[in-house]
């Protein structure tokens, strides 16, 4: 009976070893499932190498404002301004550059994004107000702005933009276009800051356990408002090289870009370092997204469906994750027991 | 430090405290639950910004004190609450605030810091991996590597708040061992704790804080036991623990326990049996499995795979805290902040809130009557002596012991037929204790069954009526009410 | 002579902070009537006359509705992030079910669905354990792509019995019965939340779930009821918009989710700072409602008004959370 019973929490445990392992690749799992239908469906389409440059051409400004918003999360704070960011980065693009050297013009941009990023990092360290709050008033004050720059041209601002900048967003090196180079060397960049720098890993610190990084020394109001500076710069970036793609401006043109960046960096979160937040697990959420749309989008699924099924994916990602985390906790009460005190006598007795 | 003052809303907690450490020296500070220890501790971290008064390091006046300059200026704290970083290995948690070693320019360099913080461990005396994550470590092992933390790089301060309660005996040893050889070389300790006899062991200084003000500073030597607990109490000791009468006869059985197994296999065929009018004290060492009965038999902890319980003599299956409330168990939990109350609601409505069923004007409406309510807390305020300014303060305003009197109020206000004390006395000062060792005793005679749940063999030998010794989930030993001692408990607790 | 000097500085010291957390804590309802009274100097012909006070009323009904509900939610912790695409899911099904049905038939399914989508963000929430945010920002997505999917992206509007649109015109001793309706949500749902049991159970579970939890209280089944709560509330305010609108319009919700947040964090700056509360929300949206309405009459321009609204909002917090940050240190 007890040999019974031994056998059953054996087995128990080894599933749970298999699911944990499992469960960590789980929406890798599913981002294979994924291209492999798309193949079965569209098999002369979809799996091209131009289908895939394709999918990385769509995906690479998500990733940029979504990697930012990544930076932000990892110390457990919103910035819902990002839509807005990119959106204001984007009027004001089209609006200068006509008028600019394209450096200075870009530069200038960058700047108002990533101050905008300081202001939400500063009242919300100094004034104490909660991310949640302060970025979203920044956000309808932005959006406000951007509603009165335009309101001079007829809402859409498409004239006068140089040749060489549109260039950026439809230029190719080796076929593979400017823009997922961007992405991915900001990508890697952010992955290595957030990894393997004391900064990244006090970011970390002080999403990990807040107290502990206070207590600890951490400069925790420092590193914030430098999150969210990186956040608005990136935004930022996104809006500038969201104009050299589409050649126009208009005040709604980067809101997308808040739920989209939300949906992927969850989708990331419950990925590989399950309940963390990182750059590695946003790209794989940002591809997850990009696949899907450039999927149903050749299997000719209505754009408003294809909602719904984001919105279904991002619910059926984080609950598996749940679901392993919850076994993850169970294993980890395991460990936790074989280290208490009661272990250490029995050895003693013996 | 300096006429250290602190004001928070309504109460100032520390008032014109002057402090001083010498170099080399191990400086206990003492007071009961609200004398302002912590605060202070807290000031000097740079944690709470003062309000009033000076400190100097080596003679020199810091001026703008923040978490970061204390740090800089070599101050190391061990807080009463573990801080590690769930996420992060041991090795992250030991080096965080320190810098990490680079290469490459700014990269981290891992192999290096494993490496060091392994030689610190070693150094230490503590034979862990630095690369596990602190997540699979045992509760000793994680307040090591706190500690640790603050030792990786030797600051010229370490203040310890109480950081003996969660740890075994030989732990405690062990942690003593390692102060004096940081002494040794050099550091200066101040040492925060409840339990006095370690302030007898280990300190040269002691100071005596007293409702923020401070009482005295004097050489531990050139004082005894009772003095010290006089100075901290104020007045002449009072007498902790109630006087029980010899031979009284208990009524029938409350609560009869049969060979009961947990899910998690921490409690393991465990049998036993309360009386009506009978305190049972229940104990063992950290993780013997007696604070998870507690836990358990009210439904908020692991289930039991396999035995049974009646309750007054009807099977009872705990499925949660509202089946056993409806069966008249209550349960004062161990951790009185995090499972007790609820800090931003008032007194009158913490009180209240297990049996809101009974302050309903119907049960369609489900409106509660606010004036019954309020006055029945007010009564139970008046009769546990609860200080407070009213039935409507919030409670995270009040001290540890009024706070804890407030559970108990929750559970008093329908007389319970099985009252279960996870812990009541944790971090609760001397009068606070004895008002509750005498409440509980009380409530016996009145009738409830008391299942007393504590790891201080001295207060089981003074308030109960047997007690119950768990080793490793498995009853041990019975001791009866006249062979009950604190030693006798501790032998059976180590196997004996 | 130290005892007085101390008695004396305690005194000082307690009078201070009263003072400092009095001022706090009514900081909205000051701010409300400074605002008021700057309109009325400003255009003291349009603005405080009885008329506008009651078109403020109006304006205010649904965005007040919505914002009750989304309280409850809060007071959990739980952000819900769906209330919007919940109201205009409401009010493009109510426009496509009147033609088919009567008003009285109609309405109970639309606030069912309500109901039932708040029972799947309270399921996957609390019983499955995802955070909130990230459960009904799924929801609002999917919601938000059915709505246009089944409009098409067009408005809904042919067969709309006018009794329904009458129930946003109307009006009662030259009250209009949307004003009637919010302040009968808001007395229900205040009694709800202070008087009766279940506001008991929904402050203990959004201060300390662990401590509910051991005082014998269904955590999950709080979290369901408001979400419920919160869902069905929006989908009144998605009917009652319809019938405003006298149409089912695919993005006409839309706007309504920053402003009923940001009603319910001012709100939970007055009173007792730091809790979301329902009569804290109720001048949170007055004080929305004075602003657009005194930009309005002022002739500001709409997008000056969202940069009014957005840094008004920042201001309102940053200046109760000053109070709110020097009480949480010392707890």
């Known amino acids: 009976m007890a040999r019974l019973m031994q056998l059953r929490t054996d087995l128990k445990q080894r599933f749970q070893d298999v699911a944990l392992k499992g469960g960590r690749y789980g929406t890798v799992i599913g981002l294979l499932i994924l291209f492999a239908v798309f193949t079965a469906l569209k098999p002369t389409i979809f799996p091209t190498v131009r289908n895939f440059i394709n999918i990385f051409n769509q995906i690479s400004l998500l990733g940029i404002c979504a990697a930012g918003l990544t930076v932000c999360l990892v110390m457990n704070e919103f910035d819902l301004s990002i839509g807005a960011i990119a959106t204001l980065a984007a009027v004001l693009t089209a609006g200068w550059l006509p008028h600019m050297p394209l450096l200075a013009g870009v530069v200038a941009v960058l700047v108002v994004s990533t101050i905008i990023g300081l202001i939400n990092g500063l009242i919300i360290t100094s004034l104490r107000v909660s991310s949640f709050m302060t970025t979203l008033g920044m956000m309808t004050v932005l959006t406000g702005f951007s509603y009165w720059y335009t309101s001079g041209s007829g809402a859409i601002l498409y004239s006068g933009i140089p040749e060489g900048f549109l260039h950026i967003g439809k230029g190719t090196f080796f076929y593979i276009p400017y823009l997922v180079f961007f992405m991915i060397g900001i990508l890697l960049v952010l992955h290595i800051v957030l990894n393997h720098t004391m900064t990244g890993r006090r970011m970390y610190a002080v999403g990990g356990n807040p107290e502990a990084a206070r207590f600890g020394g951490i400069p925790i109001a420092r590193l914030k408002i430098l999150g969210f500076m990186i956040s608005g710069m990136l935004a930022g970036l996104t809006g500038i090289l969201l104009v050299a793609r589409l ?19 969850f989708i990331g979160a419950a990925s590989i370092r399950v309940g963390r937040f990182h750059i590695l697990g946003t790209l794989i959420g940002t591809l997850i997204l990009g696949t899907i749309l450039n999927g149903f989008t050749l299997l000719d699924v209505p754009y408003h469906l294809q909602l719904v099924v984001q919105g279904a994916i991002l619910i059926a990602a984080v609950t598996s994750a749940g679901l392993w985390q919850g076994l993850l906790q169970s294993v980890r009460l395991r460990d936790v027991r074989r280290g208490l005190p009661g272990g250490r006598r029995e050895s003693e007795d013996a | 430090m300096k006429g250290i003052t602190k004001v928070f809303p309504g109460t100032v907690a520390c008032e014109a405290i002057d402090f001083d450490l010498r170099a080399g020296e191990i400086h206990a500070l003492v007071g009961q639950n609200g004398a302002g220890k912590s605060t202070l501790i807290r000031v000097l971290a740079g944690i709470y910004p003062r309000d009033a008064g000076e400190i100097f390091i080596e003679g020199e006046p810091v001026e703008h004190l923040t978490p970061w300059t204390a740090h800089d200026l070599g101050m190391r704290f061990i807080h009463q609450e573990l801080n590690l970083v769930p996420q992060f290995n041991v090795a992250e948690n030991i080096v965080l605030g320190d810098p990490y070693p680079f290469r490459f320019g700014r990269l981290i360099d891992w192999r290096r810091l494993n490496r060091h913080v392994g030689s610190v461990l070693a150094d230490l005396g503590i034979s862990i991996d630095p690369r ?5 470590l045992s509760v000793a092992e994680q307040w090591m590597v706190a500690i640790a933390r603050a030792l990786y790089s030797r600051g010229r301060v370490l203040v310890m708040d109480e950081p003996t309660s969660s740890l075994t005996r030989e732990d405690v040893q062990e942690l003593f061992d390692l102060v004096r050889s940081l002494v040794a070389k050099g550091t200066s300790v101040i040492y925060i704790s409840h339990r006095l006899e370690e302030v007898f062991e280990l300190a040269q200084r002691v100071t005596v804080l007293r409702d923020g003000h401070k009482v005295t500073t004097t050489d531990v030597d050139s004082i005894d036991l009772s003095e010290l607990v006089r100075l901290m109490v104020g007045g002449s000791p009072q007498k902790l623990y109630p006087t029980i009468e010899e031979d009284r006869s208990v009524g029938k059985p409350v609560l009869q326990a049969d060979e009961l ?32 009965f507690a836990d358990s038999l009210f439904g908020v902890g692991a289930q039991f795979s396999s035995g049974q319980v009646l309750l007054d003599g009807k099977p009872y299956e705990p499925r949660g805290a509202r089946d056993a409330i409806g069966r008249g168990i209550g349960l004062v939990p161990a951790e009185r902040r995090s499972q007790g109350l609820i800090g931003e609601m008032r007194i009158w409505e913490n009180i209240i809130l297990a049996h809101l069923r009974h302050f309903l004007i119907d049960p369609i409406t489900q409106i509660i009557r606010h004036r019954e309510a309020n006055r029945e807390a007010l009564e139970q305020m008046r009769s546990l002596r609860i200080v407070a300014v009213g039935p409507e303060q919030e409670v995270r305003y009040l001290s540890g012991g009024n706070q804890q009197k407030v559970v108990l109020a929750k559970w008093l ?5 099985l009252l279960v004390l996870n812990e009541p006395t944790r971090g609760i000062d001397v009068s606070a204790k004895a008002e509750i060792y005498g409440l509980v005793r009380r409530l016996a005679d009145e009738g409830s069954g008391i299942l007393f749940v504590s790891t201080e063999a001295e207060e089981l030998a003074g308030v109960c009526d047997r007690v119950l010794i768990l080793r490793q989930g498995r009853l041990v030993a019975e001791i009866p009410r006249r062979e009950l001692s604190a030693q006798r408990i501790m032998e059976a607790c180590y196997g004996g | 002579m130290p005892e007085e000097l101390s008695s004396r500085s305690k005194e000082h010291w307690k009078r201070t902070i009263s003072f400092v957390s009095g001022i706090r804590r009514y900081g909205i309802i000051v701010s409300l009537f400074l605002l008021f009274l700057c309109f009325s ?9 009885l008329g506008n006070l009651i078109s403020i009323l109006k304006q205010i009904a649904l965005l007040g509705i919505m914002s009750a509900g989304l309280t409850i939610s809060l007071v959990l912790g739980d952000f819900d992030l769906s209330v919007a695409a919940v109201a205009t899911w409401s009010g493009v099904m109510i426009a496509a079910l009147l033609p088919q049905m009567s008003m009285w038939l109609a309405i109970p399914i639309v606030l069912a669905m309500g109901v039932g989508i708040g029972l799947i963000n309270g399921f996957f929430s609390a019983a499955v354990g995802i955070s909130p945010f990230i459960v009904t920002l799924a929801t609002q997505t999917m919601l938000r792509g059915l709505t246009l999917w089944y409009t098409g992206g067009y408005s809904l509007y042919s067969g709309i019995p006018r009794g329904f649109i009458m129930v946003a015109r109307g009006t009662f001793l030259s009250i209009p019965y949307l004003v ?51 869902s069905v509330l929006a989908a009144l305010t998605g009917i009652l918009l319809a019938a405003r609108l006298s149409s089912g319009q695919p993005r006409a919700g839309e706007g309504l989710l920053l402003s009923a947040f940001a009603a319910c964090f001012l709100g939970a700056t007055t009173f007792r700072i730091g809790r979301f509360n329902v009569l804290g929300t109720l001048i949170g949206v007055l004080f929305i409602g004075t602003l657009n309405n005194g930009l309005v009459i002022l002739g500001v321009p709409f997008y000056l008004q969202y940069v009014i609204q957005g840094a008004v909002l920042i201001i309102a917090i940053a200046a109760s959370g000053l109070a709110r940050s020097s009480i949480r240190a010392s707890v």
Do not use: C, W
């Not at chain 3, 302040?183 to 779930?209: C, Q, S």
């Open chain 1, 247 to 265: 050649g126009l401006a208009e005040p709604t043109i980067g809101d997308r870009f808040l739920f989209d960046s939300f949906t992927v960096a």
């Open chain 2, 132 to 136: 596990r994550s602190v997540q699979s």
């Open chain 2, 413 to 417: 206000l329908r007389r319970p037929r």
């Open chain 3, 41 to 49: 100097l400003l255009r003291p012909d349009v603005f405080p006359t």
């Open chain 3, 180 to 230: 009637y309706i919010m302040l009968f949500i808001y007395i229900v749902v205040y009694v709800l939340a202070n008087h009766m049991a279940f506001g008991k159970r929904l402050y203990a579970v959004g201060g300390n779930p662990t401590a509910a939890r051991y005082s014998g209280i269904r955590v999950v089944r709080v979290h369901l009821v408001a979400f419920m709560i919160s």
């Open chain 2, 261 to 292: 197994t947990s899910i998690d296999g921490r409690l393991v065929d465990l049998s036993l049996e309360v009386h009506e009018r009978e305190v049972v004290g229940l104990t063992g060492l950290l993780g013997a499995g007696h604070n998870e």
